[in-house]
């Protein structure tokens, strides 16, 4: 299992999921993507792109260590890391499956979500600041050109699961709509827990996600 984190986070922020995995027998990898944690590029450079160079470069380590079944790699993401996982998830044939925890999905929500706490009106202000955060990420002309969302949502190489929460203050729960009705996720999975990082702590998240692995296995 290669744990995602999300934007402005690191590693640490990926422990919650590690004891369940650990317990059920899973090898977990947890890293700091670039620009983040104890990463070494500068925050400045920080892209979307850093985060699937981030996810792409694991993966290579990982299938090249003998000891570790780089048959069954599992990504899970959380926010935007799960937006990159799913475009990673989009091209390589390595993964043998992918949930995302908490994914924006639309470039307005991406950088929404990098803004963090920041308010200002969206009239007529909003735009302008919600353009500087996509530049600042990366993510548009990159994601018009060939990370198109829209399609990179529709073309999931491996069997993907979406969980959200319907309760998420930073990336509210229409951003599922899309996984609803244009896109090829097998299940999306809405939880009732509060904020943006607690999905995990609804009762049911580890069955859903176990059964989802085992039906995984079989396709």
Do not use: H
């Given at each position: 299992f290669l744990l995602v984190h999300g934007?402005?986070?690191?590693?640490?922020?990926?422990?919650?999921?590690?004891?369940?995995?650990?317990?059920?027998?899973?090898?977990?990898?947890i890293v700091d993507a670039l620009g983040h944690g104890q990463s070494d590029l500068i925050q400045k450079q920080v892209s979307i792109k850093s985060f699937v160079q981030s996810i792409t470069s694991t993966i290579d380590y990982v299938c090249e260590r003998q000891d570790i079944n780089s048959n069954a790699i599992y990504l899970l993401g959380h926010s935007l890391g799960g937006t990159a996982a799913s475009i990673v998830n989009a091209t390589d044939s390595?993964?043998?499956?992918?949930?995302?925890?908490?994914?924006?999905?639309?470039?307005?929500?991406?950088?929404?979500?990098?803004?963090?706490?920041?308010?200002?009106?969206?009239?007529?202000?909003?735009?302008?600041?919600?353009?500087?955060?996509?530049?600042?990420?990366?993510?548009?002309?990159?994601?018009?050109?060939?990370?198109?969302?829209?399609?990179?949502?529709?073309?999931q190489q491996s069997p993907a699961l979406a969980i959200h929460s319907i309760q998420d203050n930073k990336v509210p729960i229409s951003n599922v709509d899309v996984l609803l009705n244009d896109s090829n996720f097998k299940q999306v999975v809405k939880v009732a827990t509060k904020g943006h990082h607690n999905c995990v702590k609804d009762e049911y998240f580890w069955a859903k996600v176990f059964h989802f692995i085992v039906s995984a296995e079989g396709i």
């Open positions: 934007w402005n986070s690191n590693k640490s922020d990926m422990l919650r999921y590690v004891d369940s995995l650990l317990a059920s027998g899973y090898d977990v990898i390595r993964i043998q499956a992918l949930i995302t925890d908490s994914m924006p999905t639309s470039l307005k929500s991406i950088s929404e979500s990098m803004a963090g706490k920041v308010t200002i009106p969206y009239i007529p202000f909003g735009c302008l600041f919600v353009s500087w955060f996509l530049l600042r990420g990366g993510v548009f002309l990159k994601a018009r050109r060939e990370w198109r969302l829209e399609e990179i949502l529709k073309n």
